[in-house]
């Protein structure tokens, strides 16, 4: 089940500025392990799929995305350095576009890996781990504790964990990037595209995974990033 809502605001391209923003809240439950996820899990109870029924692996509760495009005041056509010259064949004509996004994390569930318990069934990673009564909302979050360990513990054996699924949100992302494209006229129908292209311009450290499992030596940290700043330039030749 899926619910959701948009709103949007769009400017267009005048006097050299436009962009747009959209935040979306959403929500999205479902009772099938895998769907939206990075493997195969099955349902910890298979005689009890209702007991799976909970966010989705995809769910964001919130997500902001705005985008800024900017042709710079340079070069012919322009404000500044409109009558040619070397500095306007070097600085004119580019464009610059910001694209922001900010979003919440997606859901993540306590799952007890290589337990006995799902070994005798042929499965693993399905049996979640157990609620001890303690939050597990941490005030100030870090990298080797993202929330509250003793929030969980691991099931007694031939039990199943009562922790529900996609129980605890993981973390969320803001990202900046940034494009500068300059198109260059050579006369007829050729043409040559310049185009810059930065992501996490800012350089942000962004944590991505957790690791959920009650019995692994990294339990409680967080175990990946997302991609540090990277940049790249296309030169395209049209005829």
Not at 22 to 45: C, E, F, H, R, W
Not at 87 to 108: K, Y
Not at 142 to 167: C, I, M, V, W
Request: aromatic share 8%; charged share 15%; glycine share 12%.
């Amino acid at each position: 089940m899926l619910n959701l809502g948009t709103i949007q605001l769009s400017k267009r391209l005048s006097h050299g500025v436009g962009g747009n923003a959209s935040y979306t809240l959403m929500q999205s439950k479902d009772n099938t392990p895998s769907l939206g996820g990075g493997g195969v899990i099955v349902a910890q109870n298979p005689l009890d799929p209702n007991a799976e029924y909970a966010l989705s692996n995809f769910d964001r509760r919130h997500q902001f995305t705005g985008n800024l495009v900017v042709e710079l005041p340079l070069g012919p056509g322009r404000r500044w350095l409109d009558h040619g010259g070397m500095l306007a064949s070097v600085l004119g004509g580019w464009t610059a576009t910001l694209s922001w996004s900010l979003q919440s994390g997606t859901p993540f569930t306590m799952r007890v890996c290589g337990a006995a318990f799902d070994v005798a069934q042929g499965t693993n990673c399905s049996l979640r781990a157990d609620l001890t009564g303690l939050s597990p909302r941490l005030s100030d979050p870090n990298l080797l504790e993202f929330f509250n360990k003793g929030a969980f513990s691991t099931p007694p054996l031939g039990t199943y964990g009562d922790s529900p699924r996609n129980f605890l949100i993981g973390p969320g992302s803001d990202q900046l990037n940034g494009t500068l494209v300059r198109d260059i006229r050579l006369g007829g129908v050729r043409n040559v595209t310049l185009q810059i292209n930065a992501t996490n311009l800012l350089n942000n450290v962004q944590w991505l995974g957790i690791d959920t499992n009650p019995t692994s030596s990294s339990y409680g940290q967080v175990i990946s990033v997302r991609a540090m700043r990277a940049a790249t330039a296309t030169l395209r030749f049209r005829f």
